[in-house]
Structure formats: structure tokens, C-alpha cells
DNA sequence: GTTGATTCTGTGAACGTGCACAGTTCGCGC
DNA sequence: GCGCGAACTGTGCACGTTCACAGAATCAAC
């Protein structure tokens, strides 16, 4: 029983057109800033307007035009992404001002628990959206089947989960950004070089061992890759322990993630090296990892804002009409610190 | 001259009507979960939803309800408050779980550039929005004021500017808080603290005044509190050797913020003093500055999930139609690390 | 003064829902 | 058979907007 207390109930076209004494259809055009609108009618509009205090009703509007310009923002793993993450911060700004640009709304939602993804799902559906941005989309998640199923507009950033084929997505360039920083790495004179690879059954993972290997070219040694299976701190501690057995005297690591480069540091440590005297680091994303270590890790910066803006644009040039799924791939930044 | 390619068009209430064989108002029944609505019926219309794939357009219910089950959570500064500041991450999530709980939609709607306020201010004139949840108001902003115009329900996160008279807020207990955490450093043994207070024109800096003068009590001396106008590094360490030059013998500091107290621990290296065997020194906020600082800072932290939950929670009762402002105090946690 | 283009205006129909209301069917007791 | 309430169903209207279309006024050219 809302017993909702009286909300004042707002003035609608048609009481300014009274008011006016004119017709809806000229204070429809003259709202929307049509031709054909005589000068005094305008006034007269204009004065009714501030009287009444008129305010366009969206929801009728997007009833009637079949869109809202308004661009959803879709965010899975809230906690790891708002509270960890300080990419995604930059990404939404980059995305916002993009869109704002384009006089396009974005909305963020955030899909956490059973309940939200059922929800947002209903808010897709609904129509209140002309397209969605996702990011850090799961395999098989109901709100990219959603997305298909409507064949609503998306952009990805992160390569988009297996089902959705058509759509288009921004990613970093994972195997030059690992290139250039094992490039950087060679140029302190490091002369046997080992990589801590990760994830190896990812995209971002082949992609970083790729970019290595590149970089390397002919002093590339297969036994000095050691593979692990995440991007994570004891990962990371684990394989540069088995690494310094097989190579005790390589002078140089390139770790898959800045948390693999951390537990590596803390294995080199224990083994007595000093970083970056005896061994050189360097890790990958910039993440919070890279701040916590000592030294301060040199690692790679994901452009942040311009995967949000490019995810936009994406979107957006398929709200034009544009079908043809595109692929975007960003150079990134090198962040140089003390670990090499 | 949207070229619009053939987005299919949606199955609406009627045509499931026509494919089962009933009427509009018994779909809408059926949709809506409401009684009477016979078993025959009820299996006919899921085949038939099924069959034309319906999903209700949520705009011409809101159109008709003139409700939209959503509410907007505000951000204004996103650049500080997104890539700086931790807790604005949580604040969200806090809001969005008790928003979701109550099956209600949160849409976070970003205000960075002057385009950007005149869009939000549109998006929730249009009435997408039930209510709002405003972080960071600043004095005699549109949008506040386009809210307050608007008679929108708000709850607001930190104190609501000067105009909103009549608005829900909530805040932390700054008061309670400065009190425990001086508490805590006359336990550790000090005998004489002194305060770098800030921003003794806000209530925030009063309030951390008020509470660290509680806590002392009959020790109070106030010749060992030094004002400094703003909540920076560069006022804490001024402030710092103001304070060191009138009480060289101090050994206990509480900082009016983090950033202030990052301040102090420079000017009390700089004159020889080591943190915290000579001096212990407290801060607030639990910001980055609280990790940066050697050693961290034992220092307070917001219960920043619950500000948002709070938050959600005053929006959504001022909905069921309480109409009587609301202010919430929380009390904030204690975080201890090396620097006291 | 007729023609024709240009500018401006008003009207009715849609958009897809929910709801009030009227109507129908059914079961049950007498 | 009748009355009666409960269960169920269908119809028209309203929500506030945009748009197509028809019509009126103005003006220039012949």
C-alpha cells in the first residue's frame, strides 16, 4: 500500500500548450527544435514553459522513438574490479566523456549477486538502453546471452566470451606491450633473460609469451620460460623457484602479471638475489602488486581511459547503423620503477 | 538519417494474447503474478511467450506506473573520487545490495563535464529515476538543485550543501571516531598529543577537534593543537613544524586526514624524530596516503559499505512515502599498523 | 486573380503497458 | 430451477510523447 505522499504531478505538453495557446505538435516541435515555429509562438512557448514548469517526460518519449540514447554499463566482479582494480575507474571516464560527447547517457550497472543479473537482465530487456559496454564479461553469463538474444548493440572490453561472435571489442596489445617492456629489460644489458609465463590457456597469456619470445628473437631459450597456471602471487613465488633451479644465473625475469612479478621478487629474495642488482624485474597491468613490492616494480599501464573511449566509440558507430563487428587493439604504456 | 538496420521488432503483450488465444489483460495478469488466472490460461500464455519470445518494454510500463523501481546513485569529482579514492567502490556496492534486495535497479550516473551535468539533470527530470543517492554534493550544484525543484526523494552521502534543507543523510561519526582513535594513542603510553587539525570551517574538522579533545580530556592543552586550512600533505608537514617548534617534547600526533598526517611524519623525520618510537602518530580516512607512508598509518577507516547501504536504505524508506528527513551517524573502524 | 511554393499550425493515431469495469462461467446450497 | 458469490476473462481508456498528414496563411511571380 504506497501511500505515496503527494508528488506534485508534473505538466505535461499538452498543459503547456493551453497554456500557450497553441498545439502539442508546436510545443513538440519547439522542444525538439524544429523548424517551423512562428517567432511569437516560440515566445508564448517559452513563457508557458517557465510558468508551468514543464519538464519532458522520457519514458513516453522513449515509448514513442524507440530509444532512449542512453548506453548501458555492465560490470561483473564488482568487488575485484571497484575495490582492487584502478583500471576500471579510468575506463568508465574514458567511456562516459566519449558518450557524453555524443549526448549519450551511460548507465552503470553492476551485476553482483543471482538477484542483480536477474535484474539487469529485466532493465536490458526493457528497452532502457540503445546499447551496452561489458566488461570482464564470463563465459557463458546470462547477460551476454541476454545481450544476444535482443541482438542488442555491444562492445566488449576483453575479448568477448566464445558465444557472442559478432560483437565488437577493444583489447590492449598484449604481445607488443610484452615485447617492447622485454625490449626495455635487454637494454639495461641483461643478458639471460626468463619469463614466469601464466595462463597459458588464455588469450592474454600466449599473447604475453608471444610478445617475449619476439623480443628476444634469436637469444630466445625455450627451458627459460617457466609456465604457471595463474596470474597469481604464490604462482608466481613457485616458478621462479623451479626457474632459479633449472637457470641459477640468469640476470633478467619477465613476469606475466604484476603479482606473478611479486611472488617471483619474493622467491629471488630468498634465494639471496638482490633485485634489481643481480636480477631485473619486470611485471605487467600496473596493478596495486606493482606499488607493494620493493623495489617498485617496472611494468606495462593498460591506456585505461582509451579502452573506455574506444569502447564507446564501438558502440556508438553501431547505434548508427553499423554492423560489421570491429576489433581494436591499444598500445600500451611502460611504467619504469626501481625492480630493473 | 539513422539508417538504423532492422533491429527486429519486439513481441509485444498483444501478440502473445493473439498466440494464445486470450486477452491482453490476461497476459498482463499472468506477467504481473497477479490471481485469476486459470491454469488453462497460464500454460497457453508461457507456451506463447516462449514461442514470440515477449519481454515486457519496461518504458510504457513506466510510463503508465510512473514508477520505475530504479534509483540513481550520483558521482560528482569522478576523477578523485574513482582513481583516487577507495571506498567510493564500496560505497556503490553497499548501495547496490540493499537496492537489490528491495528488487530495486541502481543506475550510477557519472557528473564530470558541464555537458554531463545538463544530461543527468535531463535523465532525472525524465523521471527514470524514483529517487537519487548524491555523493559528494557540492554547494549550490544544479543538480542538487534540479532535485530539490523536482521534490526527487535523495539521500545523501556525506553532509547534504546548505539548500537541501529537508534531505535524508548519511555520515560517519567523526566525532566518535576521533575520540577512539586518540583513545588508542594515550593506551599505546603517550603522554603529550598534540593535533594537526584541518578544515576548521567544515563540520568533518571541527567534529575530529571535538573528539580529540573528548578524549583527553583534563589533559587537553590546547596550545598543542595547530589549525591548518586544508586536508594536504603540504598543510600537515607545515603545521607539523609549527607544532614541533612550541612542543618539542611531544610524543603522540593525531592528523586531521591521512594526507595531513603523511605531512606530519615528513616534518618529524626532517627534525630528527623517528615514527613511531619517538612520536606515534595517528590519521584519518584510511586512504592511500595510509599505505605510502613509512611506517603505514594506524589511522581510521570508513565503513564505507555501509554508507551506501545507509544510504539505500534512507532512499528507499523516503519511497514507501516518509516523508520525515533522516540523518544517520556510523561509527568507523579502527585500523592499526606501525605508525603508533 | 490564379497558381504554387513555402512556412506554419492543429488533429488524430500510434507506441506498449496497467487498470477499472463490465461481463461470463462455474460451483454450490436450497 | 434459482440465486449468489467466487473465479476468471475481455474491452476501452489512460499514461505523455512523436509523427504523418491535412489544412491555413503568407508571399512572390505571372
Request: one cysteine or more.
Amino acid at each position: 500500500m504506497t501511500s505515496r505522499t503527494t508528488r506534485p504531478k508534473r505538466a505535461t505538453v499538452h498543459d503547456v500548450a493551453v497554456e500557450a495557446g497553441v498545439s502539442r505538435g508546436t510545443v513538440s516541435r519547439y522542444v525538439n527544435g524544429e523548424r517551423y515555429v512562428s517567432a511569437a509562438a516560440r515566445e508564448a512557448i517559452e513563457l508557458a514553459i517557465a510558468k508551468v514548469g514543464y519538464v519532458p517526460n522520457t519514458a513516453a518519449r522513449n515509448l514513442v522513438m524507440q530509444r532512449t540514447q542512453a548506453v548501458g554499463f555492465i560490470v561483473h566482479e564488482p568487488h575485484s574490479l571497484f575495490v582492487e582494480d584502478p583500471n576500471i575507474g579510468e575506463i568508465l571516464l574514458g567511456a562516459n566523456s566519449r558518450l557524453s560527447e555524443a549526448d549519450h547517457q551511460m548507465a552503470v550497472l553492476i551485476v553482483d549477486t543471482e538477484r542483480d543479473t536477474e535484474r539487469v537482465a529485466r532493465y536490458l530487456s526493457g528497452g532502457l538502453v540503445d546499447g551496452v559496454i561489458i566488461v570482464s564479461a564470463r563465459v557463458d553469463d546470462p547477460i551476454t546471452r541476454v545481450v544476444e538474444r535482443l541482438q542488442l548493440p555491444a562492445a566488449y572490453v576483453g575479448h568477448p566470451p566464445g558465444a557472442a561472435g559478432s560483437a565488437s571489442f577493444v583489447v590492449i596489445d598484449n604481445v607488443g606491450a610484452a615485447r617492447s617492456i622485454t625490449g626495455r629489460l635487454l637494454e639495461t644489458g641483461r643478458r639471460r633473460i626468463g619469463m614466469v609465463a601464466a595462463a597459458l590457456d588464455r588469450d592474454s597469456g600466449t599473447d604475453r609469451l608471444a610478445g617475449f619470445r619476439e623480443a628476444l628473437g634469436d637469444r630466445f631459450d625455450e627451458t627459460l620460460v617457466e609456465p604457471v597456471p595463474l596470474y597469481s602471487y604464490s604462482a608466481g613465488r613457485d616458478g621462479m623457484r623451479r626457474l632459479l633451479d633449472r637457470a641459477p644465473d640468469l640476470d633478467g625475469v619477465f613476469a606475466a602479471s604484476d603479482a606473478v612479478a611479486a611472488g617471483a621478487i619474493e622467491a629471488l629474495k630468498e634465494s639471496g638475489r638482490r633485485v634489481p642488482d643481480d636480477v631485473g624485474v619486470v611485471g605487467f597491468d600496473d596493478s596495486a602488486w606493482a606499488q607493494r613490492t620493493t623495489p617498485a616494480l617496472s611494468t606495462v599501464r593498460q591506456p585505461a581511459a582509451g579502452l573506455g573511449a574506444e569502447a564507446a566509440r564501438l558502440v556508438l558507430s553501431r547505434l548508427r547503423g553499423d554492423d560489421t563487428p570491429a576489433e581494436v587493439r591499444l598500445d600500451c604504456d611502460i611504467v619504469w620503477r626501481g625492480s630493473a
